[in-house]
């Protein structure tokens, strides 16, 4: 079942430091100062952010009728999803994902029982003395 827009506010509000406010005249959501996504009623999509320009790209050709942009977004690493080609399992997952990019890590950690969110690709060796 597609989701509605009452389903996205519930689903977005749901996630921890969550709060609604106005971008560019639209329903937004962010996450502690953090844009998370935003509502576009003139193509019932929703603004996600992704890890990178070649993964939007890569949505886009696996499904062009569920993933698109506008020429705004050609150059930003966010792909627009139309939301009657969703359910609501999937936005939990794609919002999940970003609030992990974006919420601090201290409180995903939390979140995750003690298991870091983010795996630190580099590690700190000590001067030896």
């Known amino acids: 079942m597609p ?7 519930r689903v977005a509000l749901s ?9 560019y005249g639209k329903p937004s959501f962010f996450i502690a100062k953090k844009f998370f996504t ?4 003139e193509d019932d999509s929703i603004v996600w952010i992704v890890g990178s320009v070649d993964e939007r790209d890569n949505l ?8 698109f942009i506008t020429e705004h977004y050609r150059d930003y690493p966010s792909v ?4 009657k080609r969703i359910n609501e399992a999937m936005l939990r997952k794609m919002l999940e994902r970003r609030w992990r990019a974006i919420a601090p ?4 950690k ?5 298991k870091p969110v983010l795996q630190k690709t580099r590690t700190r060796r000590r001067k030896a003395r």
């Open 3 to 9: 989701v509605t827009e009452s389903v996205i506010r």
């Open 15 to 23: 996630f921890p430091l969550a709060c609604e406010k106005p971008s």
């Open 38 to 41: 935003r509502l576009r009623s």
């Open 60 to 67: 886009i050709e696996l499904d062009p009728k569920t993933y």
């Open 80 to 83: 627009l999803v139309r939301i």
């Open 105 to 108: 890590k201290k409180l995903a």
């Open 110 to 114: 939390d979140l995750d029982g003690g």
